[in-house]
Protein backbone atom coordinates (compact mmCIF):
# COMPACT_ATOMS: atom_id res chain seq x y z
CA UNK A 1 0.00 0.00 0.00
CA UNK A 2 2.49 2.19 1.08
CA UNK A 3 4.48 1.97 -2.26
CA UNK A 4 1.43 2.31 -4.65
CA UNK A 5 0.46 5.20 -2.46
CA UNK A 6 2.99 7.24 -3.47
CA UNK A 7 2.83 6.12 -6.53
CA UNK A 8 -0.66 6.50 -7.29
CA UNK A 9 -0.80 10.11 -6.17
CA UNK A 10 0.96 12.38 -8.36
CA UNK A 11 2.50 14.79 -6.35
CA UNK A 12 4.99 17.47 -6.18
CA UNK A 13 5.01 17.65 -2.48
CA UNK A 14 7.74 15.01 -2.28
CA UNK A 15 5.50 12.57 -0.89
CA UNK A 16 7.87 9.50 -1.13
CA UNK A 17 10.29 10.99 1.58
CA UNK A 18 7.78 11.90 3.97
CA UNK A 19 7.33 8.87 6.06
CA UNK A 20 5.09 10.24 8.51
CA UNK A 21 2.78 12.18 6.23
CA UNK A 22 2.77 9.24 3.83
CA UNK A 23 1.32 7.07 6.69
CA UNK A 24 -1.39 9.38 7.62
CA UNK A 25 -2.46 9.53 4.10
CA UNK A 26 -2.68 5.95 3.82
CA UNK A 27 -5.12 5.80 6.38
CA UNK A 28 -7.19 8.60 5.40
CA UNK A 29 -7.22 7.17 1.65
CA UNK A 30 -9.31 4.11 2.17
CA UNK A 31 -12.46 6.14 4.28
CA UNK A 32 -12.01 8.36 1.48
CA UNK A 33 -12.58 6.19 -1.36
CA UNK A 34 -15.24 4.63 0.55
CA UNK A 35 -16.62 8.04 1.56
CA UNK A 36 -16.58 8.40 -2.22
CA UNK A 37 -18.74 5.10 -3.27
CA UNK A 38 -21.22 5.94 -1.11
CA UNK A 39 -21.44 10.02 -1.23
CA UNK A 40 -19.79 10.42 -4.74
CA UNK A 41 -22.02 10.08 -7.86
CA UNK A 42 -24.82 7.81 -7.89
CA UNK A 43 -24.00 5.07 -10.49
CA UNK A 44 -21.41 5.23 -13.31
CA UNK A 45 -18.57 4.31 -11.08
CA UNK A 46 -17.87 1.32 -13.45
CA UNK A 47 -18.21 3.13 -16.43
CA UNK A 48 -15.25 4.90 -18.33
CA UNK A 49 -15.18 8.65 -18.40
CA UNK A 50 -13.18 11.25 -20.78
CA UNK A 51 -11.38 12.88 -17.78
CA UNK A 52 -8.33 15.21 -16.81
CA UNK A 53 -6.10 14.34 -14.46
CA UNK A 54 -3.82 17.10 -12.99
CA UNK A 55 0.15 15.27 -13.16
CA UNK A 56 2.24 18.32 -12.94
CA UNK A 57 1.74 21.86 -12.23
CA UNK A 58 3.61 23.33 -15.46
CA UNK A 59 1.78 25.65 -17.45
CA UNK A 60 1.25 24.07 -20.64
CA UNK A 61 0.67 20.66 -19.67
CA UNK A 62 -0.51 20.29 -16.43
CA UNK A 63 -3.33 18.23 -17.34
CA UNK A 64 -3.76 14.76 -18.62
CA UNK A 65 -6.77 13.49 -20.64
CA UNK A 66 -7.58 9.80 -21.03
CA UNK A 67 -10.49 7.57 -19.89
CA UNK A 68 -10.95 6.17 -16.63
CA UNK A 69 -12.92 5.00 -14.10
CA UNK A 70 -13.70 7.31 -10.76
CA UNK A 71 -12.89 5.06 -8.28
CA UNK A 72 -9.63 4.97 -10.35
CA UNK A 73 -8.89 8.72 -10.49
CA UNK A 74 -5.50 9.87 -9.39
CA UNK A 75 -6.19 12.51 -7.13
CA UNK A 76 -3.13 14.48 -6.78
CA UNK A 77 -1.19 17.08 -4.08
CA UNK A 78 0.31 19.80 -5.62
CA UNK A 79 1.66 23.16 -5.01
CA UNK A 80 1.96 26.03 -7.48
CA UNK A 81 5.64 26.66 -7.57
CA UNK A 82 6.53 29.89 -5.42
CA UNK A 83 5.99 33.34 -6.87
CA UNK A 84 9.60 33.65 -5.88
CA UNK A 85 11.90 32.20 -3.86
CA UNK A 86 12.44 35.20 -0.54
CA UNK A 87 8.28 35.35 -1.21
CA UNK A 88 7.10 38.14 2.12
CA UNK A 89 4.32 38.44 3.48
CA UNK A 90 2.26 40.43 0.53
CA UNK A 91 -0.49 42.48 3.05
CA UNK A 92 -1.43 43.35 6.67
CA UNK A 93 0.58 44.15 10.03
CA UNK A 94 3.49 42.30 8.79
CA UNK A 95 4.19 42.84 4.98
CA UNK A 96 7.23 42.67 4.15
CA UNK A 97 8.09 39.74 6.60
CA UNK A 98 9.36 36.09 5.24
CA UNK A 99 6.17 33.78 4.53
CA UNK A 100 5.76 30.78 6.78
CA UNK A 101 6.57 28.28 5.60
CA UNK A 102 5.41 25.97 8.88
CA UNK A 103 2.43 27.22 11.06
CA UNK A 104 3.27 29.96 13.38
CA UNK A 105 1.62 29.12 16.88
CA UNK A 106 -0.53 32.14 17.49
CA UNK A 107 -2.31 31.62 13.91
CA UNK A 108 -3.22 28.11 14.00
CA UNK A 109 -6.49 27.88 15.20
CA UNK A 110 -7.31 30.63 12.67
CA UNK A 111 -5.43 29.15 10.36
CA UNK A 112 -7.19 25.61 10.85
CA UNK A 113 -10.64 27.43 10.63
CA UNK A 114 -9.65 28.68 7.51
CA UNK A 115 -8.67 25.46 5.73
CA UNK A 116 -11.60 23.67 7.57
CA UNK A 117 -14.36 25.92 6.26
CA UNK A 118 -12.75 25.76 2.77
CA UNK A 119 -12.43 22.16 2.57
CA UNK A 120 -15.37 21.31 3.72
CA UNK A 121 -16.95 22.74 0.52
CA UNK A 122 -15.39 20.64 -1.66
CA UNK A 123 -17.04 17.20 -0.64
CA UNK A 124 -20.47 18.70 -0.06
CA UNK A 125 -20.61 19.83 -3.92
CA UNK A 126 -19.82 15.90 -4.57
CA UNK A 127 -23.12 15.28 -2.22
CA UNK A 128 -24.94 17.76 -3.56
CA UNK A 129 -24.62 16.78 -7.31
CA UNK A 130 -24.67 12.89 -6.63
CA UNK A 131 -27.86 11.95 -8.16
CA UNK A 132 -27.44 14.52 -11.00
CA UNK A 133 -25.46 11.93 -13.80
CA UNK A 134 -29.49 9.60 -13.69
CA UNK A 135 -30.62 12.53 -15.72
CA UNK A 136 -27.85 14.67 -17.73
CA UNK A 137 -28.86 16.34 -20.93
CA UNK A 138 -25.82 14.87 -22.51
CA UNK A 139 -22.95 13.14 -22.63
CA UNK A 140 -21.04 15.86 -22.86
CA UNK A 141 -22.45 17.27 -19.57
CA UNK A 142 -22.55 13.97 -18.11
CA UNK A 143 -18.57 14.25 -18.26
CA UNK A 144 -18.46 17.60 -17.20
CA UNK A 145 -20.72 17.10 -14.54
CA UNK A 146 -17.71 14.32 -13.31
CA UNK A 147 -14.92 16.40 -14.13
CA UNK A 148 -16.02 18.96 -11.65
CA UNK A 149 -17.01 16.31 -9.10
CA UNK A 150 -13.13 14.68 -9.49
CA UNK A 151 -11.75 17.61 -9.17
CA UNK A 152 -13.92 18.81 -5.91
CA UNK A 153 -12.35 15.46 -4.42
CA UNK A 154 -9.08 16.42 -5.35
CA UNK A 155 -9.34 19.87 -3.64
CA UNK A 156 -10.29 18.02 -0.82
CA UNK A 157 -7.15 16.15 -0.91
CA UNK A 158 -5.14 19.39 -1.53
CA UNK A 159 -6.85 20.88 2.04
CA UNK A 160 -6.52 17.33 3.71
CA UNK A 161 -2.47 17.62 2.55
CA UNK A 162 -2.22 20.90 4.16
CA UNK A 163 -4.43 19.51 7.59
CA UNK A 164 -2.42 16.28 7.87
CA UNK A 165 1.06 17.67 7.24
CA UNK A 166 1.06 21.20 9.12
CA UNK A 167 -1.60 20.75 12.27
CA UNK A 168 -0.78 17.07 13.32
CA UNK A 169 -3.05 15.50 15.56
CA UNK A 170 -5.91 17.92 15.21
CA UNK A 171 -5.53 17.69 11.72
CA UNK A 172 -6.03 14.23 11.43
CA UNK A 173 -9.41 14.73 13.13
CA UNK A 174 -10.78 17.28 11.15
CA UNK A 175 -9.55 15.05 7.74
CA UNK A 176 -12.28 12.47 9.50
CA UNK A 177 -13.97 15.00 9.70
CA UNK A 178 -14.38 16.03 6.67
CA UNK A 179 -15.49 12.65 5.61
CA UNK A 180 -18.52 12.45 8.08
CA UNK A 181 -20.56 15.71 7.73
CA UNK A 182 -22.82 15.45 5.20
CA UNK A 183 -24.71 17.79 3.11
CA UNK A 184 -28.46 18.96 4.27
CA UNK A 185 -28.25 16.58 7.21
CA UNK A 186 -29.98 17.79 9.97
CA UNK A 187 -27.48 16.31 12.60
CA UNK A 188 -24.21 16.54 10.85
CA UNK A 189 -24.99 19.57 8.10
CA UNK A 190 -21.90 20.66 6.01
CA UNK A 191 -20.66 24.07 7.80
CA UNK A 192 -21.94 27.10 5.04
CA UNK A 193 -25.55 26.68 4.66
CA UNK A 194 -25.26 27.26 0.20
CA UNK A 195 -23.46 24.13 0.94
CA UNK A 196 -26.39 22.38 2.18
CA UNK A 197 -29.36 23.26 -0.56
CA UNK A 198 -30.19 20.47 -2.43
CA UNK A 199 -29.02 20.47 -5.88
CA UNK A 200 -31.16 17.91 -7.75
CA UNK A 201 -31.73 19.54 -11.10
CA UNK A 202 -29.71 20.55 -14.07
CA UNK A 203 -30.59 24.30 -13.95
CA UNK A 204 -29.56 24.11 -10.39
CA UNK A 205 -26.44 22.44 -11.25
CA UNK A 206 -25.43 24.71 -13.69
CA UNK A 207 -26.46 28.07 -11.39
CA UNK A 208 -24.40 26.54 -8.78
CA UNK A 209 -21.64 25.64 -10.50
CA UNK A 210 -21.60 29.49 -11.94
CA UNK A 211 -22.40 31.23 -8.58
CA UNK A 212 -21.31 29.26 -5.45
CA UNK A 213 -18.15 27.94 -7.40
CA UNK A 214 -17.83 31.43 -8.21
CA UNK A 215 -17.94 32.09 -5.11
CA UNK A 216 -15.14 29.67 -4.28
CA UNK A 217 -12.88 31.29 -7.09
CA UNK A 218 -12.56 34.19 -5.04
CA UNK A 219 -12.01 32.88 -1.65
CA UNK A 220 -9.22 30.70 -3.44
CA UNK A 221 -7.79 34.18 -4.93
CA UNK A 222 -7.53 35.44 -1.18
CA UNK A 223 -6.13 32.71 0.27
CA UNK A 224 -3.59 32.38 -2.43
CA UNK A 225 -2.74 35.62 -1.35
CA UNK A 226 -1.96 33.99 2.05
CA UNK A 227 1.44 34.43 4.40
CA UNK A 228 1.68 31.01 5.24
CA UNK A 229 3.12 30.08 1.64
CA UNK A 230 1.94 26.22 1.30
CA UNK A 231 -2.22 27.06 1.32
CA UNK A 232 -1.20 30.03 -0.76
CA UNK A 233 0.46 27.72 -3.26
CA UNK A 234 -2.16 24.80 -2.70
CA UNK A 235 -5.24 27.41 -3.78
CA UNK A 236 -3.28 29.16 -6.56
CA UNK A 237 -3.46 25.52 -8.33
CA UNK A 238 -7.06 25.03 -7.28
CA UNK A 239 -7.70 28.32 -8.80
CA UNK A 240 -6.29 26.28 -12.93
CA UNK A 241 -9.20 24.08 -12.27
CA UNK A 242 -12.12 26.12 -10.79
CA UNK A 243 -11.80 27.88 -14.18
CA UNK A 244 -13.38 25.11 -16.01
CA UNK A 245 -16.22 24.95 -13.29
CA UNK A 246 -17.13 28.59 -13.61
CA UNK A 247 -17.29 28.07 -17.36
CA UNK A 248 -19.89 25.10 -17.20
CA UNK A 249 -21.63 27.16 -14.85
CA UNK A 250 -21.92 30.18 -17.13
CA UNK A 251 -22.06 28.25 -20.40
CA UNK A 252 -24.79 26.00 -19.46
CA UNK A 253 -27.31 28.43 -17.96
CA UNK A 254 -26.35 30.22 -21.48
CA UNK A 255 -27.43 27.16 -23.25
CA UNK A 256 -30.41 26.99 -21.72
CA UNK A 257 -31.44 30.96 -22.20
CA UNK A 258 -30.66 30.45 -25.36
CA UNK A 259 -32.58 27.83 -25.89
CA UNK A 260 -35.59 29.73 -24.53
CA UNK A 261 -35.13 32.66 -26.37
CA UNK A 262 -34.76 30.60 -29.81
CA UNK A 263 -38.77 29.49 -29.00
CA UNK A 264 -39.75 32.67 -27.59
CA UNK A 265 -38.42 34.34 -31.40
CA UNK A 266 -40.10 31.47 -32.99
CA UNK A 267 -43.64 31.81 -31.31
CA UNK A 268 -43.82 35.02 -29.76
CA UNK A 269 -47.31 34.24 -28.14
CA UNK A 270 -46.85 30.53 -27.16
CA UNK A 271 -45.56 29.34 -24.05
CA UNK A 272 -41.94 28.22 -23.89
CA UNK A 273 -42.86 25.60 -20.94
CA UNK A 274 -45.63 23.66 -23.34
CA UNK A 275 -42.48 23.63 -25.33
CA UNK A 276 -40.43 21.91 -23.20
CA UNK A 277 -37.95 24.34 -22.18
CA UNK A 278 -37.53 26.75 -19.18
CA UNK A 279 -38.96 29.86 -19.36
CA UNK A 280 -36.98 33.71 -18.74
CA UNK A 281 -38.29 34.26 -15.79
CA UNK A 282 -38.23 30.89 -14.29
CA UNK A 283 -34.40 31.33 -14.91
CA UNK A 284 -34.52 34.46 -13.65
CA UNK A 285 -36.11 33.54 -10.45
CA UNK A 286 -33.43 30.43 -10.10
CA UNK A 287 -30.46 33.41 -10.80
CA UNK A 288 -31.79 35.46 -7.83
CA UNK A 289 -31.97 32.34 -5.65
CA UNK A 290 -28.78 31.30 -6.10
CA UNK A 291 -26.77 34.50 -6.75
CA UNK A 292 -28.48 35.52 -2.97
CA UNK A 293 -27.76 32.35 -1.50
CA UNK A 294 -24.17 32.10 -2.92
CA UNK A 295 -23.33 35.71 -2.11
CA UNK A 296 -23.49 34.95 1.56
CA UNK A 297 -20.43 32.95 2.05
CA UNK A 298 -18.12 35.92 1.78
CA UNK A 299 -19.65 36.81 5.52
CA UNK A 300 -20.68 39.83 6.99
CA UNK A 301 -20.24 43.11 5.34
CA UNK A 302 -18.53 44.94 8.70
CA UNK A 303 -16.70 41.53 10.03
CA UNK A 304 -13.82 41.85 12.76
CA UNK A 305 -12.81 38.40 11.69
CA UNK A 306 -11.93 39.38 8.49
CA UNK A 307 -10.20 42.37 10.01
CA UNK A 308 -8.25 40.09 11.70
CA UNK A 309 -7.35 37.46 8.89
CA UNK A 310 -6.06 40.82 7.35
CA UNK A 311 -3.90 42.02 9.90
CA UNK A 312 -2.27 39.14 10.27
CA UNK A 313 -1.58 38.29 6.54
CA UNK A 314 -3.50 34.54 6.44
CA UNK A 315 -6.21 36.48 3.84
CA UNK A 316 -5.87 39.14 1.79
CA UNK A 317 -8.02 40.83 -1.53
CA UNK A 318 -8.14 39.32 -4.61
CA UNK A 319 -5.48 40.30 -6.64
CA UNK A 320 -3.80 41.84 -3.47
CA UNK A 321 0.06 41.36 -4.70
CA UNK A 322 -1.73 43.81 -7.81
CA UNK A 323 -3.10 46.81 -5.01
CA UNK A 324 -0.82 49.63 -4.01
CA UNK A 325 -1.53 49.94 -0.31
CA UNK A 326 -1.19 46.59 1.42
CA UNK A 327 -1.68 47.67 4.90
CA UNK A 328 -5.07 49.17 4.37
CA UNK A 329 -4.64 51.19 7.29
CA UNK A 330 -5.86 54.46 6.16
CA UNK A 331 -8.82 54.26 3.83
CA UNK A 332 -12.33 53.66 4.66
CA UNK A 333 -15.51 51.91 2.90
CA UNK A 334 -19.13 52.73 3.08
CA UNK A 335 -21.28 50.33 3.22
CA UNK A 336 -25.06 50.88 3.28
CA UNK A 337 -26.80 49.90 6.13
CA UNK A 338 -30.49 50.09 7.94
CA UNK A 339 -31.06 52.63 10.63
CA UNK A 340 -34.84 52.93 11.99
CA UNK A 341 -36.22 52.49 8.75
CA UNK A 342 -34.30 53.76 6.52
CA UNK A 343 -31.70 52.46 4.05
CA UNK A 344 -28.23 54.57 5.15
CA UNK A 345 -25.03 53.73 4.72
CA UNK A 346 -21.81 53.69 6.76
CA UNK A 347 -18.15 54.50 7.24
CA UNK A 348 -15.90 51.79 8.44
CA UNK A 349 -12.13 51.25 8.74
CA UNK A 350 -11.93 49.10 5.28
CA UNK A 351 -10.21 46.50 7.39
CA UNK A 352 -13.20 45.75 8.30
CA UNK A 353 -15.06 45.65 5.10
CA UNK A 354 -12.53 43.44 3.48
CA UNK A 355 -15.53 40.62 3.46
CA UNK A 356 -17.15 43.53 0.64
CA UNK A 357 -14.46 44.49 -1.37
CA UNK A 358 -14.15 40.69 -2.64
CA UNK A 359 -17.73 40.99 -2.81
CA UNK A 360 -17.51 43.71 -5.05
CA UNK A 361 -14.99 41.65 -7.39
CA UNK A 362 -17.55 38.55 -7.12
CA UNK A 363 -20.55 40.90 -8.03
CA UNK A 364 -18.95 42.84 -11.19
CA UNK A 365 -18.12 39.19 -12.51
CA UNK A 366 -21.43 38.08 -11.87
CA UNK A 367 -23.07 40.98 -13.76
CA UNK A 368 -19.95 40.52 -16.59
CA UNK A 369 -21.28 37.05 -16.99
CA UNK A 370 -25.17 37.74 -16.84
CA UNK A 371 -24.12 40.30 -20.20
CA UNK A 372 -23.42 38.03 -22.20
CA UNK A 373 -26.27 35.90 -21.42
CA UNK A 374 -28.41 39.09 -22.40
CA UNK A 375 -26.57 39.47 -25.68
CA UNK A 376 -27.58 35.77 -26.40
CA UNK A 377 -30.64 36.92 -25.87
CA UNK A 378 -31.10 39.62 -28.08
CA UNK A 379 -28.77 38.06 -30.81
CA UNK A 380 -32.34 36.05 -31.21
CA UNK A 381 -33.89 39.01 -31.87
CA UNK A 382 -35.63 38.95 -28.21
CA UNK A 383 -36.75 41.45 -25.83
CA UNK A 384 -36.30 40.18 -22.72
CA UNK A 385 -33.11 41.15 -19.79
CA UNK A 386 -32.05 38.69 -17.13
CA UNK A 387 -30.25 40.46 -13.78
CA UNK A 388 -28.22 40.04 -11.14
CA UNK A 389 -30.35 41.12 -8.24
CA UNK A 390 -28.79 42.89 -5.50
CA UNK A 391 -26.80 42.22 -3.16
CA UNK A 392 -28.86 42.71 -0.12
CA UNK A 393 -32.23 40.63 -1.50
CA UNK A 394 -33.04 37.63 0.20
CA UNK A 395 -30.40 37.21 2.79
CA UNK A 396 -30.13 35.17 6.13
CA UNK A 397 -27.19 36.84 7.55
CA UNK A 398 -24.98 39.63 8.04
CA UNK A 399 -26.33 43.12 7.93
CA UNK A 400 -29.14 42.69 5.55
CA UNK A 401 -30.57 39.78 6.88
CA UNK A 402 -33.31 41.48 9.47
CA UNK A 403 -35.10 43.29 6.49
CA UNK A 404 -36.50 42.93 3.51
CA UNK A 405 -35.19 44.09 -0.08
CA UNK A 406 -36.76 44.07 -3.38
CA UNK A 407 -34.37 42.64 -6.44
CA UNK A 408 -33.38 46.14 -6.83
CA UNK A 409 -31.97 46.39 -3.23
CA UNK A 410 -35.39 48.56 -2.21
CA UNK A 411 -36.08 48.44 1.25
CA UNK A 412 -39.65 47.05 1.56
CA UNK A 413 -41.79 45.67 4.18
CA UNK A 414 -42.81 42.12 4.64
CA UNK A 415 -46.22 42.04 3.38
CA UNK A 416 -44.74 43.55 0.14
CA UNK A 417 -42.17 40.50 0.13
CA UNK A 418 -45.02 38.12 0.72
CA UNK A 419 -46.99 39.26 -2.02
CA UNK A 420 -44.03 39.21 -4.35
CA UNK A 421 -42.44 36.56 -3.58
CA UNK A 422 -43.30 33.60 -6.16
CA UNK A 423 -42.26 36.53 -8.48
CA UNK A 424 -38.73 36.44 -7.32
CA UNK A 425 -38.23 33.74 -6.01
CA UNK A 426 -38.30 29.65 -7.56
CA UNK A 427 -41.68 28.51 -6.01
CA UNK A 428 -42.32 24.87 -5.93
CA UNK A 429 -44.34 24.67 -8.83
CA UNK A 430 -41.25 26.36 -11.13
CA UNK A 431 -39.36 23.70 -9.14
CA UNK A 432 -41.34 20.62 -10.11
CA UNK A 433 -41.63 22.08 -13.41
CA UNK A 434 -37.89 21.76 -14.25
CA UNK A 435 -37.78 18.92 -12.33
CA UNK A 436 -40.04 17.34 -15.49
CA UNK A 437 -38.15 17.74 -17.95
CA UNK A 438 -34.98 16.35 -16.34
CA UNK A 439 -34.78 12.90 -18.41
CA UNK A 440 -31.37 11.31 -19.73
CA UNK A 441 -30.21 11.77 -22.94
CA UNK A 442 -26.96 9.72 -23.35
CA UNK A 443 -27.03 8.59 -26.94
CA UNK A 444 -23.72 10.26 -28.35
CA UNK A 445 -24.17 13.94 -29.74
CA UNK A 446 -28.01 14.04 -28.74
CA UNK A 447 -29.12 16.91 -26.29
CA UNK A 448 -31.75 17.60 -24.23
CA UNK A 449 -34.53 19.82 -25.50
CA UNK A 450 -34.36 22.43 -22.92
CA UNK A 451 -30.82 23.53 -23.75
CA UNK A 452 -28.73 24.21 -26.65
CA UNK A 453 -25.71 21.98 -27.71
CA UNK A 454 -22.53 23.88 -26.78
CA UNK A 455 -20.58 25.24 -29.94
CA UNK A 456 -17.87 22.95 -29.33
CA UNK A 457 -16.79 19.63 -27.73
CA UNK A 458 -14.24 19.26 -25.04
CA UNK A 459 -10.34 19.95 -26.31
CA UNK A 460 -11.53 19.35 -30.35
CA UNK A 461 -13.37 16.27 -29.76
CA UNK A 462 -16.69 16.22 -31.46
CA UNK A 463 -19.87 17.17 -29.80
CA UNK A 464 -20.75 13.38 -30.16
CA UNK A 465 -17.50 11.96 -28.97
CA UNK A 466 -18.55 8.95 -26.47
CA UNK A 467 -17.39 10.90 -23.05
CA UNK A 468 -18.94 8.54 -21.12
CA UNK A 469 -18.22 4.99 -22.16
CA UNK A 470 -20.91 2.25 -21.62
FE1 LIG B 1 -13.27 23.17 -5.39
FE1 LIG C 1 -15.30 23.99 -8.16
Given amino acids: MSVSLSDSIPN ?31 GFQENEIWLRT ?12 DYVRMPEYRWGIFLAPPRSDDRKIGFGDRA ?10 ELRGMLRRLIVTQADTEPASVEQQRALGQTAPSLYDLRNLFQVNVE ?11 LHQYFGRD ?67 MLTEEAFHLAVGEQGVDRIVQRSAEIMARDPNGEVRKHQAIDLPTIQRYINFWFSSSIELFGNEISANAADYFAAGVKGRHHEHKQDDHRALGPTYEVPIVEGDALTSRSVP ?31 GVDYTLRIPSRRFNRTLGAYAEHCFSPEGALISAAELAASRAKWLPSEEDRAFVRSLMVPCYEPGTFANWIRPPKKGIRGAPLDYQYVKW
Fill in 152 to 162: EGRHLWAMVHL
Fill in 171 to 237: GREEAEALLMRRSGDSDRPRILSTFNEPTDDWLSFFMFTMFADRDGKYQLSALSESGFDPLARATQF
Fill in 96 to 105: GDPVWREVPG
Fill in 54 to 65: AISVEPGGWAHY
Fill in 350 to 380: LRNAVNEVLRDDYVKDCERACARWNESISAL
Fill in 12 to 42: NVDLSSDRKLLRALERWQPNFLSWWQTMGPD
